[in-house]
Nanobody, 122 residues
């Protein structure tokens, strides 16, 4: 059974940093493409960043240069280091595994964690 468990969210002032973690189990982590989406209630789901099984990365324009995605294959964990946080980064952040990385839609074909909330105050 695929399980994804996010942690590391919280409240921070603008300019601060947070590191999100996603502990994965139930599938071959070494062979999987992982990523992070975020969503504000009432808004569309936004792809934030992905990392492939061979460590190729993608970042949305809104986070490029501020966020860093990485993975630890030994511990089946993917991380999202978020620096220079802005109030517009406030959202629920979801870890996901799959192959259909849509930019503004949460793919129904993916597996999802329950999310971790990030709040950035100005």
């Amino acid at each position: 059974q695929v399980q994804l468990m996010e942690s590391g969210g919280g409240s921070v002032q603008a300019g601060g940093s947070l590191t999100l973690s996603c502990a994965a189990s139930g599938f071959s982590f070494d062979d999987a493409d992982m990523g992070w989406y975020r969503q504000v209630p009432g808004n569309e789901c936004e792809l934030v960043s992905t990392i492939s099984s061979d460590d190729n990365t993608y970042y949305s324009d809104s986070v490029k240069g501020r966020f860093v995605i990485s993975q630890d294959n030994a511990n089946n964990t993917v991380y999202l280091q978020m620096n220079s946080l802005k109030p517009e980064d406030t959202a629920m952040y979801y870890c996901s595994v799959g192959s259909e990385w849509l930019r503004f839609e949460c793919p129904r074909t993916h597996w999802w964690g329950r999310g971790t909330e990030v709040t950035v105050s100005s």
